[in-house]
């Protein structure tokens, strides 16, 4: 078993349920996990049966209704939401299907955001990790190219960057390639996990894709709620 020191992420009989009354669905029954830095996890299985939600939970952006949740050995099951916020701003990176950058910036201004809600650099410092950070992911050259200006491809590659502003210590990914053709979804998994690596992350990603699936450290295949071996 691994280390305490190094499990960046972890749960223990997770439980959510989602609806009411007679549409009330059991969408995580039970589920432990425990993700070590510098390793990539593949979260696999049909739609529906729970990858999603238990990224969400990971992620501090929803509440289980049973079980514990821990970020670097804290235990996030009773944090405020304040709490919640801070730990996730400071230790969690997203990527998700869907790049969401704001258009109207550029990648520069873009990656640099998460910086400005954490509060810790100065505005030179900032500049100068989104260059570099945008300089990893082959985009040194469109640090100021808007959002509209880039394809698709080079827009998911911004996430990555702006997903690994804070040196957080977990990448949450939710089929990250999910809407990349063959070559680009090859380029955007190797970026991700070889920055993740090279900086000591754990990668926790959810995704249909066999091929991404394969190439990562560990798949746990869910099914109904639950890891199945």
């Not at 049966?49 to 235990?75: F, M």
């Not at 040194?140 to 997903?163: C, D, M, P, Y």
């Amino acid at each position: 078993m691994a280390a305490a020191s190094s499990i960046a992420i972890s749960c223990a009989n997770l439980h959510r349920h989602l609806g009411t009354g007679e549409g009330r669905v059991h969408v995580l029954r039970g589920v432990s996990f425990a993700a070590e830095r510098g390793k990539v996890y593949a979260i696999v299985g049909p739609s529906g049966c729970g990858k999603s939600t238990l990224l969400y939970l990971l992620g501090l952006l929803d509440r289980p209704g049973a079980g514990e949740i821990h970020i670097n050995g804290r235990d996030m099951s009773a944090g405020t939401d304040d709490l919640r916020t801070a730990v996730r701003g400071e230790h969690i990176g997203f990527v998700f299907q869907f790049h969401f950058l704001m258009q109207e910036f550029t990648a520069l201004e873009n990656v640099m955001m998460p910086m400005r809600k954490l509060g810790r650099l100065t505005e030179v410092q900032m500049v100068d990790r989104a260059r570099a950070l945008l300089t990893d992911v082959g985009l040194g050259e469109k640090t100021h190219r808007l959002g509209t200006q880039l394809s698709g491809g080079e827009q998911q590659r911004v996430a990555i960057a702006r997903a690994l502003a804070n040196q957080p210590a977990i990448i949450l990914a939710d089929e990250p390639t999910g809407n990349l053709d063959v070559r680009n979804s090859g380029i955007v998994f190797d970026l991700l996990t070889r920055l993740a690596k090279e900086n000591g992350q754990a990668v926790v990603l959810v995704t249909h894709n066999p091929d991404i699936a394969n190439r990562c450290d560990e798949i746990k295949p869910m099914r109904d709620g639950e890891f199945v071996i």
